[in-house]
């Protein structure tokens, strides 16, 4: 699986969007990019994932460069509870796979 | 909304005693997973399973850790003998296919 490089830490506005990057530049063509968040200590929460087109949901919108180097999820209006972890991961998208969690980015939303 | 449920939310055991964490993945879901936390550390892979049988561990899924899947609900994680460094929160996932939905954990204090 591609390593993935992320921010240690962030922080927005309430209110605000919150942009967090994600460098994946070995990332292979057969591997998607998802991002996870994990508020406090429950368990990761999916939000998202994406080939090559940007994509977006209820949640957040994932934005992919056209070489795949990198990404960015972006958080629309942040609110005190988007204040998490999150997590880029790059893996293929087969039957049964794996998440390989990095370090993630915390991101802090301020009142 | 459907979830994966997680019980006990905390067990506390002494060191060499079996313990068995259980989950209830969503209904519908055919993959399942374990993965663990070590306080301040990154979430790992334990094991992944399908159609009955174990499709891939982690170096960390040695013998005294076993799956089982007992019913047709229940997707149970066996510590035969516990060691104070399986100390950890203990997440069971499961999933259709991309999105891989987790349960809140079970933190076991190996005392």
């Known amino acids: 699986d591609a390593k993935t490089t992320q921010p240690t830490s962030m922080d927005c506005a309430e209110g605000r969007a919150a942009n967090l990057p994600c460098n994946h530049s070995t990332i292979s063509g057969n591997e998607y990019v998802y991002w996870y968040r994990q508020i406090h200590s429950q368990g990761p929460q999916y939000i998202i994932h994406?080939?090559?087109n940007n994509e977006t949901n209820e949640m957040a919108s994932l934005i992919i460069t056209e070489d795949r180097k990198s990404s960015t999820l972006i958080l629309p209006h942040a609110t005190l509870r988007d204040t998490a972890v999150y997590y880029c991961?790059?893996?293929?998208?087969?039957?049964?796979?794996?998440?390989?969690f990095g370090s993630g980015t915390r991101l802090l939303v301020r009142p | 909304e459907p979830e994966v449920t997680q019980t006990p939310s905390h067990q506390v055991t002494q060191m060499g005693q079996e313990v068995i964490l259980r989950c209830v993945p969503i209904s519908n879901h055919l993959y399942f997973y374990w993965y663990r936390q070590i306080l301040g550390q990154k979430v790992e892979f334990l094991v992944s399973?399908?159609?009955?049988?174990?499709?891939?561990k982690s170096e960390i899924f040695d013998d005294q850790f076993s799956v089982e899947r007992p019913d047709g609900s229940n997707f149970t994680l066996k510590i035969r003998s516990t060691k104070l460094e399986d100390s950890a929160m203990y997440f069971c996932?499961?999933?259709?296919?991309?999105?891989?939905?987790f349960g809140q954990g079970t933190r076991l204090t190996v005392v």
């Open positions: 991961i790059a893996a293929p998208w087969d039957s049964s796979y794996k998440l390989i």
């Open positions: 399973f399908y159609n009955n049988e174990i499709s891939e």
């Open positions: 994406g080939l090559k």
């Open positions: 996932a499961s999933s259709v296919r991309v999105e891989a939905f």
